[in-house]
């Protein structure tokens, strides 16, 4: 089976400026969590969607948002990027988003915000 | 709120030893799981091993184990016969079960632990 795929790999915006991220879950995997990773802050959980749903949220301003289609991939939203937003954004999928699951990480985003 | 402190931001090892990872959580849940996962230079976060909470016996993967005391919320990595591609950043993580909802999806990282191995 392929694995978790995000694209771009690499992106660079400035200020102001709003980003979207696409992760594509492992093949028959419903349930896609988002994290961003920086030195500072370490792993952070952003949001999860299972069913083009979103079941749960982290504690990130509305700036940050997402969505899930109906084949599972999913997208993320950065409007009116900060300089903080740098980080390297990272998706994992599991079959439901039980927490027995073990989540599969893709290789991640990095975002540069100038 | 349940957190996980990995007390060790570097270690370091010599080809073919072993060394031990150091990671405490605190929750107050009694039905959890615990991972350690390895992120290579290439940033790919890896699963190398996860522990059912209920489950006394520790688990081993191969080169991997793990030392999970449920008393003291301590759960150790031992990474045997260390090879150079062992080295990485190591993180623990927990999920729990945990009623309304709110863990779906969520996994609590450590801070993490840089993992220098020496030929």
């Known amino acids: 089976k392929a694995g978790v795929t995000q694209t771009p790999r690499y992106l660079i915006k400035t200020r102001g400026q709003q980003v979207t991220l696409s992760c594509s879950p492992i093949s028959g995997h419903r349930s896609v969590s988002w994290y961003q990773q920086t030195p500072g802050q370490g792993l952070q959980f952003l949001f999860e969607y299972f069913s083009e749903t979103q079941r749960n949220k982290g504690n990130f301003p509305g700036r940050f948002s997402g969505r899930q289609f109906s084949n599972s991939r999913s997208e993320m939203n950065v409007s009116t990027l900060e300089l903080g937003d740098s980080a390297l954004y990272l998706c994992a999928s599991s079959l439901t988003g039980a927490y027995r699951e073990t989540q599969y990480f893709g290789p991640g985003t990095r975002l540069l915000v100038l | 709120a349940q957190t996980v402190t990995q007390s060790q931001p570097e270690m370091s090892v010599q080809e073919a030893e072993t060394v031990t990872l150091s990671c405490t959580y605190d929750?107050?849940?009694?039905?959890?799981?615990l991972f350690w996962y390895k992120q290579p230079p290439s940033r790919q976060m890896i699963l190398v091993i996860r522990q059912e909470a209920y489950k006394q016996q520790n688990a081993t993967e191969n080169r991997f184990s793990v030392n999970f005391q449920k008393a003291a919320k301590s759960f150790s990595l031992k990474i045997s016969d260390s090879q150079l591609g062992d080295a990485a950043m190591y993180f623990c993580a927990y999920r729990s079960l945990n009623a309304g909802g709110t863990s779906y999806g969520k996994l609590t990282f450590g801070q993490g632990t840089i993992l220098t191995v020496h030929p």
């Open positions: 929750t107050s849940e009694s039905d959890y799981y």
